[in-house]
């Protein structure tokens, strides 16, 4: 048969459109927050809320005290797993993803806390800058994000929404912040007691296996959605 003869057959077949595939790995993960109450969470019920859209947002500027409760947990412990989730952050929020922590826990010293921080907030640049393990993405005074070609950062400005993967098996923590896998770590090669560069805390909770998962509040009004998890 002639090359020919082939075109012309296969210019016969009628062409096929396919719909973009829903990632396989997708249906295996579960909501972890339902967009209409806070089922499945306790701690800071009074100051983290839903909106009338759906969105879980904290409301803290009115907490205060040492014994405060700034923190919502689940009420259930996680080990392995793959969280999902889009964040939107005002100028100069700060907050936290915190994970293998105990309720009510200082996560990033107790448990482990990524970072979620308005990296381009005054607040934290120019002279005020802080040191890279305090950005968002960071396994937070541990491990630094990586920062594009020419230096910022691969968060969206504020009032847009980012997406947030943090995987965590073992002792192996991948973050990946808008598409980009920004962390990309093994804690195991830190001490057992926790001490780790660049700032020398204890931070003996690096190294839980299990606990639960925090959402850190320190005052700003920050909006989630699409929070789902899949345990592996």
């Known amino acids: 048969m002639s090359?020919?003869?082939?075109?012309?057959?296969?210019?016969?077949?009628?062409?096929?459109?396919?719909?973009?595939?829903?990632?396989?790995?997708?249906s295996c993960f579960k909501p972890l927050f339902n967009g209409k109450d806070l089922e499945?969470?306790?701690?800071?019920?009074?100051?983290?809320?839903?909106?009338?859209?759906?969105?879980l947002t904290?409301?803290?500027?009115?907490?205060?005290?040492?014994?405060?409760v700034r923190n919502l947990w689940t009420k259930k412990d996680y080990a392995d797993f793959v969280i999902r989730f889009e964040v939107k952050l005002p100028p100069n929020a700060n907050n936290g993803?915190?994970?293998?922590?105990?309720?009510?826990g200082w996560c990033s010293r107790e448990g482990m806390e990524i970072q979620l921080l308005d990296d381009w907030g005054d607040r934290y640049n120019g002279t005020n800058r802080l040191s890279d393990v305090h950005y968002t993405g960071a396994i937070y005074g541990v491990v630094p994000p990586k920062r594009k070609p020419d230096g910022t950062t691969y968060l969206k400005p504020t009032g847009e929404w980012?997406?947030?993967?943090?995987?965590?098996?073992?002792?192996?923590?991948?973050?990946?912040?808008?598409?980009?896998?920004?962390?990309?770590?093994?804690?195991?090669?830190?001490?057992?007691?926790g001490t780790v560069p660049p700032d020398g805390i204890k931070r003996p909770g690096l190294h839980n296996r299990s606990g639960r998962i925090h959402w850190c509040g320190h005052g700003e009004d920050i909006f989630w959605r699409n929070i789902r998890i899949r345990e592996l």
């Open 3 to 26: 090359l020919t003869t082939v075109f012309t057959i296969l210019a016969a077949v009628p062409a096929v459109v396919f719909a973009a595939p829903v990632p396989a790995d997708e």
């Open 162 to 193: 980012n997406a947030v993967e943090v995987t965590a098996i073992g002792t192996k923590i991948t973050v990946v912040l808008n598409g980009e896998k920004i962390v990309d770590a093994d804690v195991s090669q830190y001490s057992t007691d």
């Open 40 to 55: 499945g969470w306790e701690g800071a019920t009074n100051t983290y809320c839903v909106t009338s859209d759906g969105l």
């Open 97 to 104: 993803l915190g994970i293998r922590t105990k309720p009510n």
């Open 58 to 68: 904290c409301r803290q500027g009115s907490v205060r005290g040492k014994n405060a």
